[in-house]
């Protein structure tokens, strides 16, 4: 059974950096395009950022220049750089997998989920 696991998660304060881990068993990443997402009580679950099988990335315009996509296809792991986080950056975040060999951050487009980690940032 294909089975996505967010770990990383936390409590931190404005300005300082976190990183997330999306880990996978029964099949490999690099066969993905993979995508981190975030929801927020009450609002949409949209689409941070995204790595395609050949290293593409993409990112929103919220977290462009602080967050930082990429992979690690020895240990089976894409990760999520957090940097400068902010309180708005406050979610629950996912990893998805996407069978598109583009970027591509329409949730819709993504068959597979885990369940999620969740990132406060308060002082």
């Known amino acids: 059974q294909v089975q996505l696991v967010e770990s990383g998660g936390g409590l931190v304060q404005p300005g300082v950096s976190m990183r997330l881990s999306c880990a996978a068993s029964?099949?490999?990443?690099?066969?993905?395009?993979i995508g981190w997402f975030r929801q927020a009580p009450g609002k949409e679950r949209e689409g941070v950022s995204c790595?395609?099988?050949?290293?593409?990335?993409s990112y929103a315009d919220s977290v462009k220049g602080r967050f930082t996509i990429s992979r690690d296809n020895a240990k089976n792991t894409v990760y999520l750089q957090m940097n400068s986080l902010k309180p708005e950056d406050t979610s629950l975040y996912y990893c998805a997998a996407s069978a598109s060999i583009f970027t591509t951050m329409n949730r819709k487009n993504y068959g597979y989920w885990g369940e999620g980690t969740q990132v406060t940032v308060s002082s």
């Open positions: 029964a099949f490999r990443l690099d066969y993905y395009t």
């Open positions: 790595i395609t099988q050949t290293g593409s990335t």
